[in-house]
C-alpha cells in the first residue's frame, strides 16, 4: 500500500475508534437533571485529563507556544458560544442551552482532532513502530473522547446511533489532516505546540465555563466532584500506559 | 546560603503562612466585600491550585503512574469522608451575615482541613526538588491570599476586629506548615513513600478545588469571568513551571 493511503488508513481507523466511546451509553436514556450533572462530571473528568496530557506534551515543544494555543482555544470557545446563543439553536429534538452544549462540544472535539491528525501524520516520519504505536495511542485516547462527547449528548436527548455518528464525525479531521502533515513534516512540526495548546485551552475553558457550572446547578457537589476527580485520575493514568 | 532541606520546608511554608495575614488587608479597606470579588479570589485559588496539582503529578507521575493514581484515589476519599462525616459537605463558606456559632467553627474546621493537603504538597514538591518546593510554597502563598480574605471578611462580618479575623485565617494555616514538614520529613526517611505522598497531594487539591472552590465561585460571580480567571491562573502556574519540572 502506498505510504499515502496507509497513512490516510490508519488514521480513518482512529477516527472509527472515537464510536466505540459511545457504546455504554446505550443504557442511559433518562435525561434527569442529576443524569446531566453526572455525565458532565464524567466529561469534565476526562477532558481535564487529556487536557493534562496535552500540555505536558506541548510543553516538550515549548511552553510558551503551548501557552499561546490555548489562549486562542478560549477565545474560540467564547466566540463560538457568543455565535450560537445568537442563533437559537436546535440540535437533536433539543434546543436552547441543551442544543448549545451539543454543539459545542462537538465543535470543540472536531477542532481538536485537527492537532491529533497532524500528530498521526508526524508520527509516520518516524519509522513504522512510531507510526504504529501513536496510531494506536490515539485510537485508544479517541474512546474516551468519544465517551465524553456522547456523555453530553445522550443525557439531552440524542440518540445511540447520532453519538456514535457524531462521535466519529468529530474525529474525522484526523485521517483529513494525516496525510498533509505526513507529506509536509518539516513545515508542520513547529505549529504542533500550537495545535495541542489550543485543544487543551479549549478543553479545560469548556469545563469551567459550561460543563462544570451546569453539573453544580443540578446535583449535589460532593457526588459531583467526586466524579471529576476521579476521572480525571483515571484519564491522567490511562495515557501514561499508551 | 543553602538552607538544610527540612529549615527550608519549615522557611518556605511559614512564609506560605504569613501571606495568609495578607489576605486580611483588602478587607481592612472595605466592610463588605462584593460577591463577585470573593468569587474572582476563589477563582484564582483554585486555578493556582489547579496548576499546582497539574505541576505535581507532570513531575512524578511518569515514574509510578499506578501508585500515583492510588494516592490521588486515597487522597480523594478521605476528604469526600471527612468531608461527610464533618457535615460539611454543602457549607458555604462565605455567608457574609451568617451568625449561627456553629458556621464558625465549622468554617475554621473546613479552613484547616484544606490546609493541610495544602502543606502535604509542599513537602512532596520539596523531596523532589528544592526549587519545585519553593516554587509550590510560592503557588500556595499566593492562593492563601485570597483564601484568607474570604474566610477573614466573613469572620469580620461575624464581629471579630480586623486583627481577629487575619490571625485566625492565618492560624487555620498552621495545618499547611506541620504537615509540609512532616512530609517531608517522612518521606525524606522512606523514600519509597514519595510516590504515594504525591499521588494523596494531587488527589486531595483537585477534591478541594472541585468540591469547594469552583462551587463557590460559580455562585458569587459569572461563569465565564470565573472560568477565565481561573485558567489564567493555570495558565501562569504552568508558564512559571516552564510547562514541567
Known amino acids: 500500500m502506498p505510504d499515502t493511503a496507509r497513512v490516510f488508513t490508519y488514521a480513518l481507523l482512529t477516527a472509527f475508534a472515537t464510536g466505540l466511546g459511545a457504546l455504554p451509553f446505550a443504557f442511559v436514556r433518562g435525561i434527569s437533571p442529576a443524569v446531566v450533572a453526572w455525565t458532565n462530571a464524567i466529561a469534565s473528568g476526562l477532558m481535564l485529563g487529556a487536557s493534562f496530557g496535552l500540555v505536558a506534551e506541548g510543553t516538550q515543544y515549548g511552553a510558551w507556544e503551548t501557552v499561546a494555543g490555548a489562549t486562542v482555544g478560549v477565545g474560540f470557545i467564547l466566540f463560538t458560544q457568543r455565535l450560537l446563543a445568537r442563533s437559537g439553536v436546535r440540535f437533536a429534538h433539543a434546543r436552547g442551552p441543551g442544543a448549545q452544549r451539543m454543539l459545542l462540544m462537538i465543535i470543540v472535539m472536531t477542532v481538536h482532532s485537527f492537532s491529533e491528525g497532524v500528530a498521526v501524520g508526524v508520527s509516520f516520519g518516524g ?4 507510526a504504529v504505536a501513536i496510531t494506536i495511542a490515539i485510537a485508544v485516547h479517541n474512546i474516551p473522547e468519544g465517551l465524553a462527547i456522547s456523555a453530553v449528548l445522550r443525557p439531552r436527548g440524542a440518540s445511540l446511533a447520532a453519538c456514535v455518528g457524531w462521535s466519529v464525525f468529530s474525529s474525522l479531521p484526523q485521517p483529513l489532516m494525516a496525510v498533509p502533515a505526513f507529506l509536509l513534516v518539516e513545515a508542520v512540526r ?6 495541542i495548546g489550543f485543544a487543551a485551552g ?4 469548556m469545563v469551567l465555563v459550561e460543563l462544570l457550572p451546569e453539573a453544580f446547578d443540578r446535583a449535589r457537589r460532593a457526588p459531583v466532584a467526586l466524579i471529576v476527580c476521579l476521572t480525571l485520575v483515571a484519564m491522567v493514568v490511562f495515557q501514561q500506559y499508551l | 546560603m543553602t538552607l538544610h532541606p527540612t529549615l527550608a520546608v519549615l522557611t518556605y511554608s511559614g512564609l506560605a503562612l504569613l501571606s495568609a495575614g495578607f489576605g486580611a488587608i483588602p478587607v481592612a479597606f472595605r466592610q463588605r466585600l462584593p460577591p463577585s470579588w470573593l468569587g474572582w479570589a476563589n477563582a484564582v485559588a483554585a486555578g493556582l491550585m489547579l496548576g499546582v496539582a497539574y505541576i505535581l503529578m507532570a513531575a512524578g507521575l511518569p515514574r509510578t503512574p499506578a501508585v500515583g493514581a492510588a494516592g490521588a484515589v486515597m487522597g480523594i476519599a478521605f476528604l469526600y ?5 464533618a457535615g460539611t459537605q454543602e457549607l458555604e463558606l462565605d455567608r457574609l451575615g451568617d451568625t449561627a456559632p456553629d458556621y464558625g467553627y465549622q ?3 473546613v479552613n484547616t482541613m484544606h490546609a493541610a493537603p495544602e502543606g502535604i504538597a509542599i513537602g512532596v514538591a520539596m523531596t523532589l526538588s528544592p526549587s519545585l518546593g519553593a516554587f509550590m510554597a510560592l503557588a500556595i502563598a499566593v492562593h492563601n491570599v485570597p483564601e484568607a480574605a474570604v474566610l477573614a471578611a466573613v469572620l469580620k462580618s461575624r464581629g471579630l476586629t480586623l486583627f481577629q479575623a487575619a490571625g485566625a485565617a492565618t492560624a487555620t494555616r498552621v495545618s499547611q506548615v506541620l504537615f509540609a514538614v512532616a512530609t517531608f520529613a517522612v ?3 522512606a523514600p519509597a513513600l514519595a510516590p504515594w505522598a504525591l499521588g494523596v497531594a494531587v488527589g486531595a487539591l483537585l477534591y478541594l478545588v472541585m468540591a469547594e472552590l469552583l462551587p463557590h465561585c460559580y455562585r458569587q460571580a459569572g461563569h465565564t469571568s470565573i472560568a477565565l480567571v481561573a485558567i489564567l491562573a493555570m495558565g501562569m502556574v504552568v508558564l512559571l513551571a516552564g510547562g514541567a519540572p
Open chain 1, 202 to 205: 479549549a478543553m479545560v475553558f
Open chain 1, 127 to 130: 519509522g513504522m513502530a512510531l
Open chain 1, 190 to 195: 513547529p505549529a504542533l505546540p500550537y495545535g
Open chain 2, 81 to 85: 469522608w471527612t468531608h461527610g462525616v
Open chain 2, 107 to 109: 468554617l475554621l474546621l
Open chain 2, 187 to 189: 518521606v525524606a526517611a
